[in-house]
């Protein structure tokens, strides 16, 4: 699962002895065909993906008879005639789509990190055919009339609790997808559906043919003055390729805008780059992506009414741990006072610094390059300095020596495991001197992986046969580092893996018995909780003794430390800044709309002016470029991040107040049997409250970056 505020994610050192990717058997010696199940993982720990015996010709057919397969699982779901019961309707429910899971993952190892055409042409075509069967495995109407009656039999028909929660958990999901609806209205919601799936891809798409057209030329060295050297040299080789001998490109991409905003010194530059960046997706013609998100809002607003919830919000946050638009409201309201209030402060800071460059008033083309200044000047810190400490093989050993000191795991590596690239690490975790997990380690950047930082699971606790681990995978692909040289992350990206990670402990420490009750079903407002409280460990004490300097070996001194500490805190995480809570705000009051506007645009302008936004700032992107707006998970919820941030916040407390601080194995153990290894067995408040002793303090945000007291908007 990745944050908004970063596109790349990690890697660790290449594995030794790890299996190369060999071509699939297909054939003995004498040219007999000898048939491959790709779904039949044997070996140690349970057995692991055959990854080197995978060809997309050798997986399609496999793929479509699994399908088929799922599809009789839950005909005899449907048709069996024996009463319904827990065991022959919601733990066959739970159980049913086995194989077709692990063909999937196979598809989406090569798909998203080893792929080429034939791989990518093989995801296009099967993905639609497992998503089909998988919705319908939710809006059975046969099998929703089994499992509401064993649901409606309950606390009769299990003594046993995981059960009983799973048997709600499934009656719940089944009745928010439409289940109970009547055929037409199962008709209907089929088609909106399937609309609103054509409508997020033309959003996508829009969005990337526009970019690729895109770009601000510069003909003068001077306009890109400061801009770092390898960087220049990309924006020169890619002037050349558009047909503009001696000049400079700047694509309207997000890692070179924001590149553009940290380190030119030209204001004029700055401003043509971001004017670029903020009009994405609000072009007149064939691109334009107001007219599709004023469909979708129709779409959505109708799609709830016909389930019963008087707005898209209302039936989105009905599953959310906030529980409701209002509660989601209440919680950004007094955040928004905060942040706003901090930062009305900040650019005081930094419209000081602008002054001496002849700049009267922070324009929202200034805030990044004057924070990043004003940062050095201030706390003396040069990130690319910082990034000498940050080495990817150290990262790896840190973030697995904190789960350590804290959790009590240990980690070995495996040999002789069949790896899609002989860059991935297979570990071993164990905890307590029993094995755990297996994890491959996939953070070194390939052409063949696509960008962006991600963990996944290979195989889920709920679907574990006696003597099988679970199997997850962290994978990430930053920037490459010189040829002969070591990856040295900035701060966002060492930051990530630790993130990431942290969905890696949470999955790994599931001791739920069902793929329905496995960590990853938690409301979908708690699912990065894990993942953005395991970032703390990067900069505590003990971590950072374990990051030496790439080149002294020495290290982090303990000013330095402190200084960057300061410069963080100062800046703050990505929920309480401006940008995001505007984006955010956004989101939600577009889905609470009595009438969904036809201009998403002109919504989100009116509105920000209602709350006083300042004109120091934009939001992060336009609401026709607010790509998580547009998307299924996210959409009605991008308040999520702040809501998440609060709770690992109000979590870190915990920890701080132990004697070992966060790497106190009191607290640690205490995390794990509350939190973590109770995956979705229980409601993920009750384990909140008996992990913290009370519910969540939703000022602990407020608290950790010291915003000043909360006031009403």
Not at 104 to 114: E, G, K, P, V, Y
Not at 258 to 272: D, G, I, Y
Not at 480 to 506: D, K, Q, R, S
Not at 574 to 581: A, K
């Amino acid at each position: 699962m990745m944050r908004l505020i970063t596109s790349a994610l990690l890697a660790v050192m290449a594995a030794v002895g790890t299996m190369m990717l060999a071509p699939p058997v297909h054939a003995q010696a004498g040219g007999e065909f000898t048939y491959v199940d790709l779904a039949d993982w044997t070996g140690p720990f349970g057995g692991l993906p055959p990854v080197h015996r995978a060809t997309p010709e050798l997986l399609t057919p496999q793929f479509e008879a699994a399908v088929a397969d799922y599809k009789a699982e839950l005909d005899a779901v449907a048709n069996t005639a024996a009463p319904p019961s827990f065991d022959n309707t919601v733990a066959a429910i739970d159980r049913a789509g086995k194989r077709l899971r692990r063909l999937s993952t196979i598809l989406q190892i090569f798909a998203t990190t080893q792929a080429d055409d034939d791989w990518r042409a093989a995801a296009q075509t099967l993905r639609p055919l497992a998503d089909a069967v998988r919705t319908r495995a939710l809006t059975d109407p046969a099998i929703f009339a089994r499992v509401a009656a064993v649901y409606q039999a309950l606390p009769e028909g299990t003594s046993d609790a995981e059960q009983a929660r799973l048997t709600t958990l499934t009656y719940q999901a089944m009745q928010y997808a439409g289940a109970g609806l009547d055929t037409d209205g199962r008709a209907r919601l089929a088609a909106i559906d399937e609309e609103l799936a054509e409508l997020r891809t033309a959003i996508n798409q829009n969005l990337g043919e526009e970019a690729a057209g895109q770009f601000a030329f510069f003909t003068g060295a001077e306009e890109l003055d400061g801009l770092p050297a390898p960087q220049l040299a990309a924006a020169a080789d890619l002037a050349e390729q558009q047909g503009r001998r001696c000049a400079w490109a700047i694509p309207n991409r997000r890692p070179q805008v924001f590149a553009v905003q940290t380190h030119v010194t030209n204001r004029a530059t700055r401003e043509a780059v971001w004017r670029m960046w903020m009009d994405r997706g609000a072009s007149d013609g064939a691109l334009d992506n107001r007219p599709v998100t004023a469909r979708i809002l129709t779409l959505r607003a109708e799609k709830a009414n016909l389930l019963g919830y008087p707005t898209y919000a209302d039936y989105v946050l009905a599953t959310r741990m906030v529980g409701s638009p209002e509660k989601a409201l209440e919680v950004l309201d007094a955040n928004w006072t905060a942040v706003m209030r901090a930062d009305a402060a900040r650019i005081d800071d930094l419209a000081a610094l602008a002054r001496t460059d002849g700049i009267d008033a922070i324009q929202p083309w200034d805030r990044i390059y004057y924070l990043e200044r004003y940062k050095h000047e201030t706390f003396g810190i040069d990130t690319q300095k910082i990034a000498a400490y940050f080495a990817l093989p150290n990262i790896r050993d840190a973030f697995l020596a904190a789960a350590t000191d804290s959790f009590g795991y240990r980690f070995e590596p495996l040999d002789g495991i069949a790896t899609v690239s002989p860059d991935i690490e297979v570990l071993l975790a164990s905890r307590g001197g029993k094995p755990a997990a297996v994890i491959y380690i996939d953070i070194r950047p390939r052409p063949e992986k696509q960008l962006g930082s991600w963990a996944v699971e290979y195989r889920r606790a709920g679907d574990l046969e006696p003597g099988e681990l679970p199997v997850l995978a962290l994978h990430s692909s930053p920037p490459p580092a010189a040829p002969g040289m070591e990856i040295l992350l900035p701060f966002p990206y060492a930051n990530v893996l630790f993130h990431e990670f942290g969905h890696i402990l949470h999955t790994m420490s599931s001791t739920a018995s069902y793929n329905g009750t496995a960590a990853l079903t938690v409301p979908w407002d708690f699912v990065e909780v894990p993942s953005l409280l395991n970032e703390r460990w990067l900069l505590s004490d003990e971590t950072l003794d374990r990051l030496p300097h790439y080149v002294t070996g020495e290290a982090m001194p303990s000013a330095v430390r402190e200084n960057f500490r300061a410069s963080l805190q100062y800046e703050g995480v990505f929920s309480v800044n401006p940008e995001f809570m505007a984006v955010a705000l956004t989101d939600l009051k577009l889905h609470l709309a009595a009438d969904p506007p036809r201009d998403a645009n002109q919504f989100q302008a009116a509105l920000l002016a209602e709350y006083g936004f300042p004109a120091s700032a934009d939001p992060m992107m336009q609401a026709t470029a607010a790509v998580h707006t547009w998307t299924r998970a996210y959409a009605a919820n991008v308040y999520t991040y702040l809501w998440s941030d609060i709770l690992a916040a109000d979590l870190a407390e915990v920890f701080l107040r132990a004697e070992g601080g966060l790497h106190d194995a009191g607290v640690g153990a205490a995390y794990f049997d509350k939190i973590l290894s109770r995956a979705n067995r229980v409601p993920v408040e009750q384990a909140y409250r008996e992990f913290h002793g009370r519910p969540p303090d939703e000022g602990a945000l407020i608290r950790r970056f010291d915003l000043g007291a909360e006031d009403s908007k």
